[in-house]
């Protein structure tokens, strides 16, 4: 079985501009979720999408947004970037009971806002 | 809120030495506790998954148990080997969802 998959790894944008990033489950997992691991904070959960639904959310400004498609690929979208935004973003997938089962993550996107 | 500690931060041992790293989390009302690895600059690599009816796992050289009353967990290495070299966190899932709070790792270099 293929593992979780991110695209891209690195990216370099600049203050204001707008940024895309993906993440495709292992087959059959239906949810998705998206963290943020940065130095000084560690790792954050960002939110996690379930059936193309967000089922939760973590404490991050409206900037960033996320959604999934029937596949149950998903993508992440950060608006008006920060240099504060430079990061590692991880994608993690599951099958989607709560909490009972092991998530599986991805080798990340490395955002870095200049 | 769910607070996870990892001590300690930072944990260099020779080759050959047995360890173990710990992991305390303040809300005992966990599904599961999940220990990862990650190499620098790299994703997370899920090492066990201990369910909260259970008291340890084991895989390879590694030995996870968990005691959910203290808060605590510990993760076991037998025999290190400096490919070990990794960042180790700790993860628990939050009360009636999929996604984790995860601890601050304990950075381990095992010296050749």
């Known amino acids: 079985k293929a593992g979780v998959t991110q695209t891209p790894r690195y990216l370099i944008k600049t203050r204001g501009q707008q940024v895309t990033l993906s993440c495709s489950p292992i087959?059959?997992?239906?949810?998705v979720s998206w963290y943020q691991q940065t130095p000084g904070q560690g790792l954050q959960f960002l939110f996690e999408y379930f059936s193309e639904t967000q089922r939760n959310k973590g404490n991050f400004p409206g900037r960033f947004s996320g959604r999934q498609f029937s596949n149950s690929r998903s993508e992440m979208n950060v608006s008006t970037l920060e240099l504060g935004d430079s990061a590692l973003y991880l994608c993690?997938?599951?099958?989607?009971?709560?909490?009972?089962?092991?998530?599986?993550f991805g080798p990340g996107t490395r955002l870095l806002v200049l | 809120k769910q607070e996870v500690t990892q001590i300690p931060a930072a944990l260099s041992v020779p080759e050959g030495e047995n360890l173990v790293l710990n992991c305390s989390f303040t809300d005992s009302a966990i599904y599961n506790l999940q220990w990862f690895r990650q190499d620098p600059g790299k994703g997370l690599t899920s090492l066990l998954l201990i369910q909260s009816s259970q008291r340890e796992q084991t895989s390879g050289r590694l030995n996870a148990s968990l005691d959910k009353s203290s808060g605590r967990s510990t993760l076991y290495i037998a025999a290190s080997q400096p490919g070990d070299s990794a960042t180790y966190l700790c993860a628990v899932p939050l009360p009636g969802a999929n996604n984790l709070f995860f601890g601050t790792g304990t950075r381990l270099t095992v010296i050749p």
């Open positions: 993690a997938s599951s099958t989607g009971t709560s909490g009972k089962e092991t998530q599986y």
């Open positions: 087959s059959g997992h239906r949810s």
